[in-house]
Protein backbone atom coordinates (compact mmCIF):
# COMPACT_ATOMS: atom_id res chain seq x y z
CA UNK A 1 0.00 0.00 0.00
CA UNK A 2 1.05 3.44 -0.63
CA UNK A 3 0.27 6.85 -1.28
CA UNK A 4 1.83 8.81 -4.75
CA UNK A 5 1.73 12.34 -5.77
CA UNK A 6 -1.60 12.38 -7.09
CA UNK A 7 -3.56 10.91 -4.39
CA UNK A 8 -1.78 13.78 -2.19
CA UNK A 9 -2.82 16.17 -3.91
CA UNK A 10 -6.39 15.29 -4.63
CA UNK A 11 -6.45 14.95 -0.68
CA UNK A 12 -4.48 18.59 -0.46
CA UNK A 13 -7.53 20.23 -2.61
CA UNK A 14 -10.27 18.03 -0.74
CA UNK A 15 -8.59 19.24 2.88
CA UNK A 16 -7.73 22.94 1.66
CA UNK A 17 -4.30 21.74 3.78
CA UNK A 18 -1.54 23.64 1.47
CA UNK A 19 1.23 22.78 3.62
CA UNK A 20 4.41 22.24 0.89
CA UNK A 21 6.33 19.55 2.30
CA UNK A 22 3.83 17.46 1.17
CA UNK A 23 3.62 18.81 -2.40
CA UNK A 24 6.95 20.33 -3.34
CA UNK A 25 10.13 18.24 -3.59
CA UNK A 26 12.07 21.16 -3.67
CA UNK A 27 10.52 22.59 -0.14
CA UNK A 28 10.65 19.30 1.44
CA UNK A 29 14.26 18.96 0.17
CA UNK A 30 15.26 21.69 2.82
CA UNK A 31 13.71 19.65 5.92
CA UNK A 32 15.11 16.83 7.44
CA UNK A 33 12.27 14.44 5.68
CA UNK A 34 14.41 15.10 2.41
CA UNK A 35 11.23 14.21 0.25
CA UNK A 36 7.42 14.87 0.46
CA UNK A 37 5.19 12.98 2.89
CA UNK A 38 2.07 12.32 2.93
CA UNK A 39 -0.64 13.49 5.11
CA UNK A 40 -0.72 11.94 8.69
CA UNK A 41 -4.47 12.50 8.33
CA UNK A 42 -4.83 10.78 5.29
CA UNK A 43 -2.96 7.54 6.56
CA UNK A 44 -5.13 7.88 9.76
CA UNK A 45 -8.48 7.99 7.63
CA UNK A 46 -7.05 5.03 5.40
CA UNK A 47 -6.23 3.22 8.58
CA UNK A 48 -9.92 4.10 9.81
CA UNK A 49 -11.35 2.58 7.18
CA UNK A 50 -10.29 -0.43 6.90
CA UNK A 51 -10.77 -0.97 10.86
CA UNK A 52 -14.60 0.34 10.64
CA UNK A 53 -15.24 -1.61 7.28
CA UNK A 54 -14.07 -4.93 9.26
CA UNK A 55 -16.72 -4.32 12.32
CA UNK A 56 -19.64 -6.34 11.81
CA UNK A 57 -22.28 -3.92 13.20
CA UNK A 58 -22.25 0.15 13.04
CA UNK A 59 -20.40 1.71 15.65
CA UNK A 60 -19.83 4.88 17.83
CA UNK A 61 -16.22 6.16 18.11
CA UNK A 62 -16.03 7.77 21.57
CA UNK A 63 -11.89 8.22 22.11
CA UNK A 64 -8.68 8.23 19.60
CA UNK A 65 -5.34 8.33 19.98
CA UNK A 66 -2.84 8.98 17.43
CA UNK A 67 0.57 8.88 17.66
CA UNK A 68 2.61 9.75 14.71
CA UNK A 69 5.93 7.61 15.06
CA UNK A 70 7.61 8.20 11.46
CA UNK A 71 6.83 9.92 8.81
CA UNK A 72 5.32 7.66 5.39
CA UNK A 73 7.55 9.55 2.17
CA UNK A 74 5.13 9.77 -0.81
CA UNK A 75 5.50 6.45 -2.69
CA UNK A 76 6.70 4.69 0.10
CA UNK A 77 5.61 1.05 0.97
CA UNK A 78 3.53 0.36 4.07
CA UNK A 79 1.24 -1.92 5.70
CA UNK A 80 -1.57 -2.27 8.18
CA UNK A 81 -2.02 -4.17 11.28
CA UNK A 82 -5.87 -3.98 12.51
CA UNK A 83 -6.04 -5.26 16.17
CA UNK A 84 -9.64 -5.11 18.12
CA UNK A 85 -8.64 -1.74 20.05
CA UNK A 86 -5.77 -0.81 18.08
CA UNK A 87 -4.16 0.10 13.69
CA UNK A 88 -0.68 0.12 13.50
CA UNK A 89 0.56 1.44 10.33
CA UNK A 90 4.65 -0.11 9.54
CA UNK A 91 6.56 -0.28 6.94
CA UNK A 92 9.54 -3.15 6.90
CA UNK A 93 11.77 -1.75 9.53
CA UNK A 94 9.73 0.49 11.95
CA UNK A 95 6.37 1.21 13.05
CA UNK A 96 5.12 4.68 11.60
CA UNK A 97 2.04 5.61 13.03
CA UNK A 98 -0.33 3.76 16.20
CA UNK A 99 -3.93 4.40 16.49
CA UNK A 100 -5.73 3.62 19.86
CA UNK A 101 -9.34 3.46 19.68
CA UNK A 102 -12.39 3.25 21.95
CA UNK A 103 -16.02 2.26 20.44
CA UNK A 104 -19.68 1.02 20.76
CA UNK A 105 -22.25 -0.71 19.20
CA UNK A 106 -24.82 1.86 17.88
CA UNK A 107 -28.49 1.02 19.90
CA UNK A 108 -31.80 1.49 17.83
CA UNK A 109 -32.13 4.92 19.86
CA UNK A 110 -29.34 6.32 17.98
CA UNK A 111 -30.49 4.45 14.62
CA UNK A 112 -33.62 6.60 15.23
CA UNK A 113 -32.65 10.10 15.63
CA UNK A 114 -30.15 10.35 12.81
CA UNK A 115 -30.91 11.58 9.44
CA UNK A 116 -29.39 10.49 6.37
CA UNK A 117 -25.96 11.61 6.33
CA UNK A 118 -22.74 11.17 4.22
CA UNK A 119 -20.73 8.33 4.34
CA UNK A 120 -18.00 8.42 2.28
CA UNK A 121 -14.92 10.16 1.86
CA UNK A 122 -12.39 9.98 -1.35
CA UNK A 123 -13.37 6.53 -2.07
CA UNK A 124 -13.26 5.27 1.76
CA UNK A 125 -16.52 3.91 2.90
CA UNK A 126 -17.68 4.77 6.17
CA UNK A 127 -20.88 3.37 6.53
CA UNK A 128 -20.55 1.38 9.83
CA UNK A 129 -19.03 4.35 11.64
CA UNK A 130 -22.27 5.69 13.47
CA UNK A 131 -20.53 9.36 13.97
CA UNK A 132 -19.04 10.16 10.45
CA UNK A 133 -18.53 14.00 11.69
CA UNK A 134 -15.16 12.35 13.25
CA UNK A 135 -13.87 11.78 9.74
CA UNK A 136 -14.71 15.66 8.74
CA UNK A 137 -12.93 17.02 12.02
CA UNK A 138 -10.12 14.94 11.54
CA UNK A 139 -9.42 16.60 7.69
CA UNK A 140 -10.39 20.06 9.57
CA UNK A 141 -7.21 19.37 11.88
CA UNK A 142 -4.86 18.37 8.80
CA UNK A 143 -6.11 21.61 7.19
CA UNK A 144 -5.89 23.87 10.21
CA UNK A 145 -2.03 22.69 11.19
CA UNK A 146 -0.95 22.33 7.76
CA UNK A 147 -2.12 26.19 6.39
CA UNK A 148 -3.26 27.59 9.65
CA UNK A 149 -1.02 27.22 12.40
CA UNK A 150 1.74 26.24 12.39
CA UNK A 151 1.28 26.37 8.84
CA UNK A 152 3.40 25.46 6.10
CA UNK A 153 6.70 23.55 7.19
CA UNK A 154 4.29 21.52 10.37
CA UNK A 155 4.64 18.20 11.30
CA UNK A 156 1.38 16.56 13.30
CA UNK A 157 2.71 14.51 16.11
CA UNK A 158 0.27 13.42 18.23
CA UNK A 159 -4.12 14.08 17.73
CA UNK A 160 -6.57 13.07 20.79
CA UNK A 161 -10.19 13.05 20.28
CA UNK A 162 -13.04 12.60 22.67
CA UNK A 163 -16.83 12.06 21.38
CA UNK A 164 -19.71 13.17 23.72
CA UNK A 165 -23.27 14.39 23.04
CA UNK A 166 -22.52 17.08 26.49
CA UNK A 167 -19.87 18.88 24.09
CA UNK A 168 -22.64 20.74 21.98
CA UNK A 169 -21.23 24.13 21.95
CA UNK A 170 -18.24 24.83 20.04
CA UNK A 171 -15.39 26.43 20.86
CA UNK A 172 -12.85 28.48 18.89
CA UNK A 173 -9.12 26.48 18.38
CA UNK A 174 -6.61 28.00 21.23
CA UNK A 175 -3.31 28.12 20.82
CA UNK A 176 -0.40 26.94 23.26
CA UNK A 177 3.09 27.28 22.32
CA UNK A 178 5.10 25.09 24.70
CA UNK A 179 8.97 25.45 23.69
CA UNK A 180 9.90 27.33 20.62
CA UNK A 181 7.97 25.89 17.89
CA UNK A 182 6.27 23.14 19.52
CA UNK A 183 2.32 23.89 19.88
CA UNK A 184 -0.69 22.41 21.32
CA UNK A 185 -4.04 23.43 19.49
CA UNK A 186 -7.08 22.63 21.41
CA UNK A 187 -11.24 23.21 19.94
CA UNK A 188 -14.56 22.06 20.35
CA UNK A 189 -16.76 21.14 17.22
CA UNK A 190 -19.89 18.90 16.81
CA UNK A 191 -19.53 17.13 19.70
CA UNK A 192 -15.44 16.43 19.50
CA UNK A 193 -13.49 17.71 21.79
CA UNK A 194 -9.65 17.65 20.40
CA UNK A 195 -5.92 18.07 21.57
CA UNK A 196 -3.37 18.10 18.85
CA UNK A 197 0.44 18.32 19.46
CA UNK A 198 2.67 19.96 16.30
CA UNK A 199 5.69 21.56 15.45
CA UNK A 200 6.90 24.29 12.64
CA UNK A 201 9.98 22.26 11.51
CA UNK A 202 13.49 24.39 10.97
CA UNK A 203 14.98 24.22 7.62
CA UNK A 204 18.35 22.83 6.99
CA UNK A 205 20.97 25.19 6.19
CA UNK A 206 24.39 24.77 4.96
CA UNK A 207 26.83 27.32 6.55
CA UNK A 208 29.43 26.33 3.71
CA UNK A 209 30.93 29.54 3.24
CA UNK A 210 31.66 29.81 6.80
CA UNK A 211 33.50 26.61 6.92
CA UNK A 212 37.50 26.10 6.19
CA UNK A 213 39.72 23.64 6.49
CA UNK A 214 43.64 24.15 7.07
CA UNK A 215 46.22 24.83 3.68
CA UNK A 216 47.67 21.52 4.71
CA UNK A 217 44.52 19.34 3.66
CA UNK A 218 43.78 21.74 0.68
CA UNK A 219 47.16 21.12 -0.60
CA UNK A 220 46.94 17.51 -0.50
CA UNK A 221 43.82 17.76 -2.40
CA UNK A 222 45.01 19.59 -5.60
CA UNK A 223 44.82 18.66 -8.79
CA UNK A 224 43.48 15.05 -7.31
CA UNK A 225 40.89 12.76 -9.36
CA UNK A 226 38.39 12.04 -6.16
CA UNK A 227 35.36 9.58 -6.52
CA UNK A 228 32.53 10.17 -4.27
CA UNK A 229 30.11 7.44 -3.06
CA UNK A 230 26.76 8.90 -2.04
CA UNK A 231 27.28 12.51 -3.56
CA UNK A 232 23.76 13.61 -2.85
CA UNK A 233 24.36 13.20 0.61
CA UNK A 234 25.28 16.25 2.63
CA UNK A 235 28.30 15.27 3.91
CA UNK A 236 29.32 15.18 -0.19
CA UNK A 237 27.88 18.21 -1.25
CA UNK A 238 29.43 20.24 1.35
CA UNK A 239 32.57 18.49 0.55
CA UNK A 240 32.06 19.43 -3.43
CA UNK A 241 31.83 23.05 -2.97
CA UNK A 242 33.91 24.07 -0.39
CA UNK A 243 36.84 21.70 -0.45
CA UNK A 244 37.35 20.16 -3.96
CA UNK A 245 35.60 22.58 -6.39
CA UNK A 246 38.80 24.94 -4.84
CA UNK A 247 41.75 22.78 -5.44
CA UNK A 248 40.81 22.36 -9.16
CA UNK A 249 39.93 18.30 -8.65
CA UNK A 250 38.20 16.21 -10.65
CA UNK A 251 35.61 15.34 -9.03
CA UNK A 252 33.66 12.51 -9.81
CA UNK A 253 30.30 11.14 -7.97
CA UNK A 254 28.72 7.26 -7.75
CA UNK A 255 24.81 6.14 -6.52
CA UNK A 256 23.75 2.82 -6.18
CA UNK A 257 20.46 1.61 -5.29
CA UNK A 258 20.10 -1.88 -3.01
CA UNK A 259 16.98 -3.62 -3.30
CA UNK A 260 15.73 -3.54 0.57
CA UNK A 261 13.80 -7.07 -0.53
CA UNK A 262 16.35 -8.74 -1.53
CA UNK A 263 19.32 -6.84 -0.51
CA UNK A 264 22.83 -8.09 -2.92
CA UNK A 265 24.46 -6.50 -5.19
CA UNK A 266 24.03 -7.88 -9.22
CA UNK A 267 26.26 -8.65 -11.71
CA UNK A 268 25.46 -5.46 -13.66
CA UNK A 269 26.01 -3.44 -10.75
CA UNK A 270 29.61 -5.40 -10.16
CA UNK A 271 30.21 -4.82 -13.90
CA UNK A 272 29.48 -0.85 -13.76
CA UNK A 273 31.40 0.01 -10.75
CA UNK A 274 34.29 -1.94 -12.13
CA UNK A 275 34.08 0.16 -15.75
CA UNK A 276 33.88 3.74 -13.45
CA UNK A 277 36.44 2.81 -11.37
CA UNK A 278 39.59 1.35 -14.22
CA UNK A 279 38.68 4.62 -16.30
CA UNK A 280 38.86 7.45 -13.51
CA UNK A 281 41.81 5.59 -11.57
CA UNK A 282 41.11 7.86 -8.57
CA UNK A 283 43.35 9.13 -6.05
CA UNK A 284 40.85 9.53 -3.25
CA UNK A 285 37.70 7.60 -2.42
CA UNK A 286 35.34 9.01 -0.09
CA UNK A 287 32.69 6.54 0.96
CA UNK A 288 29.60 8.22 2.05
CA UNK A 289 26.90 6.04 0.64
CA UNK A 290 24.50 5.76 3.59
CA UNK A 291 20.65 4.90 3.43
CA UNK A 292 18.22 5.89 6.13
CA UNK A 293 19.22 4.71 9.58
CA UNK A 294 16.35 2.78 11.30
CA UNK A 295 15.81 1.51 15.43
CA UNK A 296 15.62 -1.80 15.61
CA UNK A 297 11.85 -2.24 17.35
CA UNK A 298 12.63 -6.16 17.02
CA UNK A 299 15.10 -8.99 15.30
CA UNK A 300 15.38 -7.53 12.14
CA UNK A 301 17.46 -10.07 9.90
CA UNK A 302 16.57 -8.12 6.28
CA UNK A 303 17.79 -5.04 7.87
CA UNK A 304 20.72 -6.23 9.50
CA UNK A 305 21.43 -7.85 5.69
CA UNK A 306 20.10 -4.35 3.70
CA UNK A 307 22.43 -2.38 5.88
CA UNK A 308 25.75 -5.21 5.20
CA UNK A 309 26.03 -4.82 1.78
CA UNK A 310 26.01 -1.49 2.12
CA UNK A 311 28.31 -0.28 4.89
CA UNK A 312 30.88 -3.42 3.76
CA UNK A 313 30.07 -5.77 0.94
CA UNK A 314 29.92 -2.87 -1.46
CA UNK A 315 33.16 -1.57 0.24
CA UNK A 316 34.55 -5.30 -0.13
CA UNK A 317 33.96 -4.68 -4.23
CA UNK A 318 35.76 -1.68 -4.29
CA UNK A 319 38.59 -2.46 -2.93
CA UNK A 320 38.88 -5.98 -4.95
CA UNK A 321 39.25 -3.57 -7.60
CA UNK A 322 41.46 -1.10 -6.94
CA UNK A 323 43.60 -3.92 -5.77
CA UNK A 324 43.16 -5.65 -9.46
CA UNK A 325 43.80 -2.03 -11.00
CA UNK A 326 46.74 -1.22 -8.85
CA UNK A 327 45.31 2.00 -8.75
CA UNK A 328 46.75 3.79 -6.06
CA UNK A 329 43.64 4.76 -4.43
CA UNK A 330 43.24 5.45 -0.92
CA UNK A 331 39.55 5.70 0.89
CA UNK A 332 38.61 7.36 3.42
CA UNK A 333 35.74 5.31 5.44
CA UNK A 334 33.42 6.69 8.01
CA UNK A 335 32.53 5.24 10.89
CA UNK A 336 30.56 6.37 13.93
CA UNK A 337 31.17 7.22 17.38
CA UNK A 338 28.54 5.38 18.59
CA UNK A 339 30.41 1.94 18.80
CA UNK A 340 32.60 3.74 21.57
CA UNK A 341 29.28 3.17 23.81
CA UNK A 342 27.09 0.45 22.24
CA UNK A 343 24.68 0.21 25.09
CA UNK A 344 23.76 3.83 24.88
CA UNK A 345 22.87 3.41 21.34
CA UNK A 346 21.56 -0.27 21.56
CA UNK A 347 18.06 0.28 19.37
CA UNK A 348 20.79 0.66 16.56
CA UNK A 349 22.00 -2.89 16.89
CA UNK A 350 21.61 -3.63 13.13
CA UNK A 351 23.48 -0.44 11.92
CA UNK A 352 26.05 -0.70 14.61
CA UNK A 353 26.92 -4.31 13.85
CA UNK A 354 27.41 -3.56 9.98
CA UNK A 355 29.47 -0.59 10.94
CA UNK A 356 31.47 -2.83 13.02
CA UNK A 357 32.13 -5.49 10.19
CA UNK A 358 32.72 -2.82 8.10
CA UNK A 359 35.60 -1.34 10.43
CA UNK A 360 37.54 -5.09 10.41
CA UNK A 361 37.37 -5.35 6.78
CA UNK A 362 38.80 -2.16 6.78
CA UNK A 363 41.40 -2.76 9.30
CA UNK A 364 42.57 -6.07 8.15
CA UNK A 365 46.01 -6.29 7.27
CA UNK A 366 45.68 -6.22 3.54
CA UNK A 367 43.66 -3.37 3.93
CA UNK A 368 44.61 -0.96 6.82
CA UNK A 369 47.48 0.50 4.51
CA UNK A 370 45.34 2.50 2.03
CA UNK A 371 41.99 2.85 4.10
CA UNK A 372 41.16 5.21 7.01
CA UNK A 373 38.51 4.56 8.81
CA UNK A 374 37.70 7.07 11.40
CA UNK A 375 34.89 6.95 13.78
CA UNK A 376 33.26 10.49 13.29
CA UNK A 377 31.02 11.81 15.60
CA UNK A 378 27.31 12.90 14.48
CA UNK A 379 27.44 15.67 12.83
CA UNK A 380 25.22 18.09 11.61
CA UNK A 381 22.84 17.13 8.66
CA UNK A 382 19.09 16.83 7.30
CA UNK A 383 19.49 13.29 9.30
CA UNK A 384 19.97 14.35 12.29
CA UNK A 385 17.19 16.70 13.08
CA UNK A 386 15.85 17.28 17.01
CA UNK A 387 11.99 18.20 16.46
CA UNK A 388 12.41 20.85 19.59
CA UNK A 389 13.91 22.65 16.48
CA UNK A 390 17.69 22.22 15.60
CA UNK A 391 19.60 19.81 14.31
CA UNK A 392 21.85 18.15 16.19
CA UNK A 393 25.51 17.31 16.17
CA UNK A 394 28.90 19.00 15.69
CA UNK A 395 30.31 21.46 13.04
CA UNK A 396 31.09 19.88 9.96
CA UNK A 397 34.44 22.15 10.79
CA UNK A 398 35.13 19.35 12.64
CA UNK A 399 36.11 16.87 10.10
CA UNK A 400 39.80 19.02 9.26
CA UNK A 401 41.17 16.88 12.14
CA UNK A 402 39.82 13.45 10.71
CA UNK A 403 41.60 13.96 7.35
CA UNK A 404 45.04 15.20 8.46
CA UNK A 405 44.78 11.87 9.98
CA UNK A 406 43.98 10.55 6.72
CA UNK A 407 46.54 12.15 4.44
Request: proline share 2%; charged share 30%; glycine share 2%.
Amino acid sequence: MKINFQKSKIFSLLSKDTNKIHLSKSFASKYFVKEPIAHGVYLVIIALSKFINKQKYEIIITNVSINFKNFVNINEEFNLKILKDKIIIFNKFHTKLEIHLRYKKVNQKDKLKTKIKKNKFLNFNFKKLFNFELVKQLVYVSYYIGTVKPGNGSLILNIKLDYNKLFSSNKKPSIEKKIKNFYVISYQSNFFKFQISACKLVPFKNKMKKLKFRSKTLKKLKNKKILIFGPKSDLAQIFNNIMFQKNNCKIYGYSFRINIDKPRINSNQKKILKRKISIIKPNYIFYFSSPKIYYDEKKNKKLFNYYKVIFNDYLEIIIKFIQENKTQTKIFYPSTIFLNNKKKYARFKSYLTTKEIAEKTCKSKKNRDFISCLRLPKLISRSNYNLLGYYEGKNIGILDNYFEKFF
